[in-house]
């Protein structure tokens, strides 16, 4: 096929589509995000043997225990993605919403009303849940959307896709408000971030050598973060049971994962109390710990830490642990080396963890919590579309308000400027 052509037909399909859906009503979107959580619990076999299938061609053609990680579906995880859709059909939906309405000296009265962005164009790797992700949150803010998912899970992508476009169909809205590419040629993915008359937004989900590309090349606005370098900071006033559960989790609950702690910093008081505790941890599962000088003095199984640890996204079983002197220090590391993802202190000094929050300039900040928990799930938005590190209107896990935009709305009675 020409790729040209067959994204141009796709993006005029879109953004047809994308004039119904922001006119459809909440019922039939809700009919349409239930009508495919229930196709995606039935044919759960099949998903399962496609996803199968992709793994095992993923480890045939040697991709690293991250990319496996992200790549492979369970029961568990189809039942998760039923419950996303489920949980976004059972949200206000935003779309029309009006706000902040206030009657101005000349009686007009300004307001604001929220409106779908339009055409979505969504670029990710592995994870074959975000195709069902993406439809959801697209649907529901009145969006339609071209998803493009990666090679490595194309066999799963196109059978989440056939449960979407039955259950679209089946609630009586068009099937191309929501197209899988059905194509692996890389040049689709430069095809669709370079069609502003059919394309709105895109955003993009995989590594930082996929984001850095689509940031340079793209042609239509991006929504984006290239790493998720969090940290823990264990302060000196910290519940150390707490601390040790928290900084666990953080690392080792999953290790692939933009939420995953990258860094641990630890206060030079607290350090004697809870590094010894986490260093048997972390060992225990098999964690590498490069540690700065008084790090490694307390833990001597520490590597050297160098200069370049401080600021990399291992997405592997690897942390960097630097003590720190004081809790500017501890905020001086963070806004220096962090990707502005996810960052957490472990404090009982309130005063201190305000401080913190304050201070950081992450998309996501937490007291006594794993950074873990930054995601669209956990903060109730039923699903997310990515995780944006920008300073757009979209920041943090993206739901529905960030996949929409406001118009200004002026209400007159016959008014005119003098």
């Known amino acids: 096929m020409d790729i040209q052509d067959y994204m141009t037909t796709l993006g005029r399909q879109a953004r047809a589509a994308s004039r119904i859906v922001s006119q459809a009503s909440t019922a039939a979107k809700n009919d349409a995000l239930n009508r495919i959580a229930a196709l995606l619990r039935e044919r759960a076999p099949q998903l399962l043997e496609a996803n199968a299938a992709d793994v095992e061609a993923a480890r045939a053609n040697g991709l690293d225990a991250a990319m496996i990680d992200r790549l492979t579906l369970t029961a568990k995880g189809v039942e998760a993605m039923a419950q996303g859709l489920e949980q976004v059909a059972a949200l206000p939906d935003p779309v029309g919403e009006m706000t902040d309405f206030k009657r101005r000296p000349t009686g007009i009265t300004v307001g604001k009303m929220r409106v779908p962005l339009g055409v979505i164009g969504i670029i990710y790797e592995a994870r074959p849940n975000v195709t069902a992700d993406a439809a959801a949150l697209c649907l529901k803010s009145g969006n339609a959307a071209i998803l493009r998912g990666g090679s490595e899970a194309a066999r799963c992508n196109q059978a989440v896709a056939a449960c979407v476009r039955e259950g679209l169909v089946a609630a009586g809205l068009p099937e191309t408000a929501v197209q899988v590419v059905d194509t692996t040629d890389r040049a689709a993915v430069g095809a669709l971030i370079t069609m502003p008359e059919f394309v709105d937004v895109i955003v993009p989900r995989g590594g930082k050598g996929l984001i850095e ?121 963070i806004n220096r080396w962090s990707s502005q993802h996810t960052d957490a202190i472990v404090s009982e000094n309130h005063t201190r963890a305000m401080r913190f929050i304050r201070e950081v300039d992450s998309a996501s900040v937490m007291i006594n919590a794993s950074t873990r928990f930054a995601d669209g799930f956990e903060y109730g938005l039923g699903a997310e579309i990515g995780i944006s590190t920008d300073k757009i209107h979209a920041r943090g896990p993206v739901g529905l308000d960030g996949l929409t935009s406001q118009k200004w709305v002026v209400l007159g009675d016959g008014h005119v400027r003098s």
């Open 213 to 333: 590309r689509i940031s340079r090349e793209a042609k239509v606005p991006v929504i984006k973060h290239l790493d998720g370098n969090c940290h823990v900071y264990i302060d000196e006033f910290a519940d150390d049971d707490k601390a040790v559960r928290i900084a666990d989790n953080a690392k080792t609950h999953r290790y692939g994962t933009c939420n995953t702690m990258e860094t641990l910093l630890v206060h030079v008081a607290a350090a004697p109390r809870v590094l010894g505790r986490l260093a048997d941890i972390y060992l225990g599962k098999g964690v590498e710990l490069r540690g700065c000088d008084r790090a490694r003095a307390l833990v001597p199984a520490m590597k050297a830490a160098t200069e370049e640890d401080w600021g990399t996204e291992y997405l592997a079983p690897i942390l960097a642990v630097r003590i720190v002197d004081t809790l500017d220090d501890a905020i001086d590391h």
